[in-house]
T-cell receptor, first 115, second 114 residues
Framework: AQSVAQPEDQVNVAEGNPLTVKCTYS??????LFWYVQYPNRGLQFLLK??????LVKGSYGFEAEFNKSQTSFHLKKPSALVSDSALYFC?????????????FGSGTQLTVLP | ETGVTQTPRHLVMGMTNKKSLKCEQH?????MYWYKQSAKKPLELMFV???????ENNSVPSRFSPECPNSSHLFLHLHTLQPEDSALYLC?????????????FGPGTRLTVT
């Protein structure tokens, strides 16, 4: 069975500082990995994905994530945080085929950027 | 932001009521999804439709009944719900039912069962 772990329920960072939101996964075969963000009273918005190719993936709003196969991680990063980045972030994983066709979401990390 | 719309945004219903949630996507996608989001829990996939055909039902109780009349519209019919069914119900769509395609979500319907 595939799974996703977001080990931190809450991450606080000062505006202008770099931010990291952690994600580790478990899946059979090569993973498809996604990050989504949810602002209050809104649905999830797609940020970026890793399917294949370059391990460093760049996405919306200046976010990027690095796929690390040996550590089974896909951490979300941004060089300089903005107060407007405060939101709930979800990591998700799927396997490429068979019974792992569903997207499995983590439980989310609440990011708060302090002014 | 207006790619996937959901109505109503908030719904309070008693355990004996019947209500329906509506989702519409304006993205030309062929796959649509219903998810349940409860506090502090991962999103739970409920149903998947691909080209109007239901392809997945993740052991959802029969008090939830989906309907997909065309590729743009998705409904979730609710009847005799339980208080534990209170949650945010999210609709999503993707170009096709493929896990390498990102999904686009609506704003959700906040359901409270009293």
């Amino acid at each position: 069975a595939q799974s996703v772990a977001q080990p931190e329920d809450q991450v606080n960072v000062a505006e202008g500082n770099p931010l990291t939101v952690k994600c580790t996964y478990s899946v059979s075969g090569n993973p498809y990995l996604f990050w989504y963000v949810q602002y209050p009273n809104r649905g999830l918005q797609f940020l970026l994905k890793y399917i294949t190719g370059d391990n460093l993936v760049k996405g919306s709003y200046g976010f990027e994530a690095e796929f690390n196969k040996s550590q089974t991680s896909f951490h979300l990063k941004k060089p300089s945080a903005l107060v407007s980045d405060s939101a709930l972030y979800f990591c998700a994983v799927s396997g490429p085929s068979g019974s792992a066709r569903q997207l499995t979401f983590g439980s989310g990390t609440q990011l708060t950027v302090l002014p | 932001e207006t790619g996937v719309t959901q109505t109503p945004r908030h719904l309070v219903m008693g355990m004996t009521n019947k209500k329906s949630l509506k989702c519409e996507q304006h993205l030309g996608h062929n796959a649509m999804y219903w998810y349940k989001q409860s506090a502090k829990k991962p999103l739970e996939l409920m149903f998947v439709y691909n080209f109007k055909e239901q392809t997945e039902n993740n052991s959802v109780p029969s008090r939830f009944s989906p309907e997909c009349p065309n590729s743009s519209h998705l409904f979730l019919h609710l009847h005799t719900l339980q208080p534990e069914d209170s949650a945010l119900y999210l609709c999503a769509s993707s170009q096709e039912r493929r896990v390498d395609y990102e999904q686009y979500f609506g704003p959700g319907t906040r359901l409270t069962v009293t």
